[in-house]
């Protein structure tokens, strides 16, 4: 692999390997950064010398043995090419020359280390050989070699100059220069060339991926894999190793397409080109590891007490090695799991001292607050309240940054090291908010520290409420009660708990919550908290979104309150404030049927709550836009959207909201007549403390249709039953919430009791509010059911109209299929065969299979036969192709706007053509055009 782009390399070395025997002694000087190549280029040296029948005489110098008199050279006479006398002869000599050179200073090349008669004696063995065969000589890392072995290599070459001996030597480069003297003394020789490693191209990488993985595709990765490797040979060969590695593990090629692979071997191979650096050029990455992007070279020198001549000379090391890239004034690793190799192989001591002494130095240079903590952070240490300072305000920046988890990491070591009194309360109540973004009840560890500060008396009154909404997103109903109740004679006046409590989200969220005051005890709301629209707009938006919901939710729908609600999710940003609040006021337009407008700021909410990295955010947003998914009349998204809502968030981790969410998925399994999944999630654990909030009455009637669809009318009345007394009694009766009444007439017609049926749909109705469609039509309905047969007609009718500018598409399946049930029974086949497929067609979008298979014979099960007299009947067969078009998108429900649009034309024209569509069809209004002109189209 090293051998590509050598080309001229090798053939100048081949060159002079086969000339060896006819020329003079030539010597050859290798030099490159680490890991270039250099060891390869004197393997092959080697091996063509062996196959030319030239005698190979082979050494490397060893950082260990620096300082070993005789090493390198001893490695070169002992290394089986003399015979055994010959052998004892040379082993005596050596001794003879380490007795003496260990007499002299080992670092000094002016002294004499050797005695010229040993050197001559020692030499008097090359020339033995020379005169058999031609010879090379090979010594890798000579910049590691002792200066004994060098005088004697030195004095070997002068003597052999006029021979066949060729001579290799490798030197790597780096902040110490090689033994000068011997360099110089290289330099003289007359025959001496120099050649130059260096990391390759992205085209020889391009070469190698191709070569060594077989595939012509791999070429794709070279850019990724250079940017990686910086060229290096020995990176690049560890990178197609994790490459092959990941392939193998995962069964499928995969490496090929991706991004490169960075293993084991890659952290492996980083390191083995530090430590085969010198050692000042492994502590620069360390300490450039520390720093990262914040590494100057005056500051690395600070940092690591060297100097600063060194660290420029080690940082160009490392950037000529391909391990560090400029950046700007600064040098980084060029991946960061190189940088990571480096921080993992640092002892804990160690680290944490390099981190403390980072975050002085910076200090020091007045660096920014947010760079002087991530290492005050990874030093785990706060040595004074300027470090106190800091962590707070990185945190401030953090949350404003998108970057919560630093935020989190900056207040949690705050946290530990301040102590009791208002800062530390300040610092808690931030860190509750912060972990809350991720998982609003897995700050069980905040949560319990809220409560210590609290009993201990110095938690400040404004993060009380934070304390209490744990409480009760736990279902601790009764501790929350017990902290309000300890407020009210800790604090003076109002206090911040009773004001929360007294808030409407909260009061219509956990409805039973009152029941554990005492009767004279009970928090009532204060004057800015009254049902008046008017004195909640120029409140904070929890204010405005509790009055909204409040009134929605006790006095029945309210325009003024679903506007206000509006009004908040168009002028509020997401954030850990806020969240609660925006979330209330998308209930308030659900409860009210302004599931579009829901839909638009959820999602808008869904895609700001990704920005800011909160996965908590997206599992409560997910969990309402699964519920406006469920009204709308769409299972199968709301079956999506809950699902994403626990890959957030665990089950485990929602607390009492974990009603809500289960309950549409039970709701939106049941309509598409995936009983089993519906049963599994009722058969999980479920807190006992949710059937005391708003989440358990949806819960419950959520139980009470799987029960219904099951054939099972009793339970399921049961359940109805219990979610209409809970909410007569918590004074949230209203039909938007939980339709209760329709429901339980429905079981009341199953089971025979058509009266009670017929009254409890008629208190339904009395009930709807203006702009409650979806209810109404509800309600008109089962009403129908338990009417006459002529009234039954007309009551339906009057449902469709209802919910023709509503959204709730599965009711509209329902009720046209009774209608079509109605027209069947007047002996109108033609409308109810049209009806019915009109009706199948929805459902069969929604995916709602359990209503498609209520809808056959006249769904989607009917004979060629029978589909040729629906359109016979409704004389569809007239219909140009441009006609079918247009009254098949307005079968839909689309406007005439939102057709021209569709199909290019303008709006004249499809005006035209739906005039021409009712006189063939006879029909006189858009509703009772049949569903199944131009199926692909409506689609």
């Known amino acids: 692999m090293s051998l590509v782009e050598r080309t001229d390399d090798l053939a100048l070395l081949g060159e002079m390997v086969r000339g060896n025997a006819e020329k003079p002694s030539r010597v050859v000087l290798v030099r490159g950064p680490v890991a270039t190549g250099k060891s390869v280029l004197l393997n092959y040296v080697a091996e063509e010398a062996e196959a030319a029948g030239v005698t190979v005489l082979a050494a490397a110098g060893l950082r260990t043995e620096r300082r070993t008199p005789m090493a390198v050279f001893g490695q070169l006479l002992l290394g089986g090419q003399l015979p055994q006398r010959e052998t004892e002869r ?6 003879a020359a380490r007795f003496t050179a260990m007499l002299r200073n080992p670092d000094s090349e002016r002294e004499e280390h050797v005695k010229t008669h040993l050197m001559r004696s020692l030499t008097t063995t090359l ?40 001579t290799v030597l490798a030197a790597g480069t780096g902040p110490h220069p090689a033994r000068p003297l011997f360099g110089a003394e290289l330099l003289r020789h007359p025959r001496l060339t120099e050649l130059r490693t260096s990391t390759l191209s992205e085209r020889a990488v391009a070469q190698t ?34 490459l092959r590695t990941d392939d193998e593990g995962s069964g499928e090629d995969q490496g090929v397409s991706g991004a490169p692979v960075t293993g084991h071997a890659y952290q492996q191979a980083v390191l083995g080109c530090l430590y085969r650096s010198e050692p000042e050029v492994l502590a620069v990455a360390r300490g450039l590891a520390v720093l990262d992007r914040a590494a100057t070279d005056r500051l690395l020198a600070d940092l690591l007490e060297l100097d600063p001549d060194m660290v420029a000379s080690s940082l160009r090391e490392l950037e000529a090695a391909g391990l560090v890239e400029r950046d700007t004034e600064c040098r980084a690793f060029r991946h960061p799991a190189a940088r990571d190799a480096v921080l993992n192989d640092l002892e804990c001591d160690e680290r944490v001292e390099l981190h403390l002494r980072a975050a002085d130095r910076l200090r020091r240079l007045c660096a920014e607050p947010p760079v002087v903590a991530r290492h005050i952070v990874a030093s785990g240490h706060v040595d ?21 988890s630093f935020a989190i990491a900056c207040l949690q070591l705050a946290d530990s090291a301040c102590g009791n009194g208002p800062r530390r309360s300040a610092i808690l109540g931030q860190l509750t908010r912060l972990v809350g973004r991720l998982s609003p009840t897995t700050a069980g560890s905040c949560l319990s520290a809220l409560r210590t500060a609290f009993d201990e008396g110095w938690l400040a009154e404004q993060e009380v409420p934070l304390l209490i909404k744990g409480l009760l997103r736990q279902g601790s109903f009764q501790e929350a009660v017990d902290v309000a109740h300890k407020s009210r004679g800790t604090y003076d006046g109002w206090s911040a708990a009773e004001t929360y409590l007294a808030n409407g989200a909260v009061r219509t969220t956990y409805p039973a919550l009152r029941e554990h005051f005492p009767p004279d005890d009970n928090p009532a709301p204060p004057p800015v908290l009254g049902n008046e629209i008017i004195a909640a707009r120029g409140a ?52 009210a049927d302004r599931l579009g407008t ?5 999602d808008a909410l869904l895609r700001e709550a990704t920005k800011l990295g909160g996965s908590g955010w997206q599992a409560q947003l997910s969990e309402s836009r699964a519920r406006i998914a469920l009204r709308q009349g769409n299972p199968a998204d709301a079956i999506r959207y809950a699902t994403n809502g626990l890959g957030w968030m ?44 708003r989440h358990g009455l949806e819960l419950v009637y959520a139980r009470g249709q799987f029960y219904a669809a099951t054939n099972r ?48 749909a008629q208190e339904q109705l009395a009930k709807c509010g203006p702009g409650q469609s979806r209810t109404r039509a509800q309600s008109l309905r089962v009403l129908a059911e338990a009417a006459g047969l002529r009234r039954h007609h007309h009551l339906l009718r009057e449902a469709v109209e209802e919910l023709e500018p509503c959204e709730d598409r599965l009711e509209l399946v329902r009720v046209l299929g009774a209608l079509s049930r109605s027209h069947h029974a007047l002996g109108e086949l033609g409308q109810a065969r049209m009806m019915a497929r009109r009706a199948w067609h929805i459902a069969h979008d929604t995916q709602a299979e359990a209503l498609c298979s209520q809808l056959l014979p006249y769904g989607g099960g009917e004979t060629g036969t029978d589909q040729q007299a629906v359109a016979g009947d409704s004389g569809a067969t007239e219909l140009t192709d441009a006609e079918r078009r247009v009254a098949s998108l307005a079968s839909f429900g689309h406007s005439n706007r939102e057709i021209a649009r569709k199909l290019f034309i303008t709006v004249s024209t499809v005006e035209q053509h739906l005039t021409r569509v009712y006189r063939k069809l006879n029909v006189s209004r858009r509703r009772d055009l049949p569903h199944d002109l131009l199926a692909d189209t409506a689609c």
């Open 90 to 95: 040379v082993e005596k000599l050596l001794d």
């Open 127 to 166: 020339v033995s050989l020379v005169r058999e065969r031609p010879l090379a000589v090979i010594v890798d890392d000579v910049q590691y070699a002792d200066i004994p072995s060098l005088q004697c290599l030195q004095y070997a070459m002068r003597e052999l100059r006029t021979k066949p001996v060729l």
């Open 209 to 242: 991926l191709e070569e060594s993985l077989h595939d012509a595709a791999a070429r794709s990765l070279a850019p990724a894999i250079h940017r990686a490797s910086g060229g290096n040979p020995l990176l690049v060969r560890a990178l197609v190793h994790d």
């Open 384 to 404: 004074d309240a300027q470090a106190l300072d800091v962590l707070c305000e990185t945190a401030r920046r953090a949350r404003g940054a998108e970057d919560a």
């Open 540 to 591: 904070d938006p929890g204010v405005k979104a509790g009055t909204a919901l409040h009134i929605i939710l006790t006095k029945g729908c309210d325009a003024g309150a679903a506007d206000l609600a509006e009004h908040l999710l168009q002028g509020t940003s997401l954030s850990e404030v806020t969240l609660d609040p925006l979330l209330s006021a998308l209930s308030v337009l659900v409860y």
């Open 598 to 602: 829901a839909a638009h700021w959820c």
């Open 650 to 693: 665990p089950a485990h981790n929602w607390g009492v909201a974990l009603g809500s969410l289960l309950a549409t998925l039970v709701a939106a399994h049941t309509a598409m007549g995936q009983y089993e999944q519906a049963a599994a999630y009722l058969d999980g654990h479920i807190p006992d403390a949710v059937h005391d909030t």
């Open 713 to 760: 009318p009793h339970p399921a009345l049961d359940d109805f039953l219990t979610c209409g007394e809970r909410m007569q009694r918590w004074g949230v009766d209203q039909p938007s919430l939980v339709p209760w009444r329709s429901a339980a007439a429905e079981m009341h017609l199953r089971t025979g009791g058509e009266a009670e049926a017929e009254k409890l």
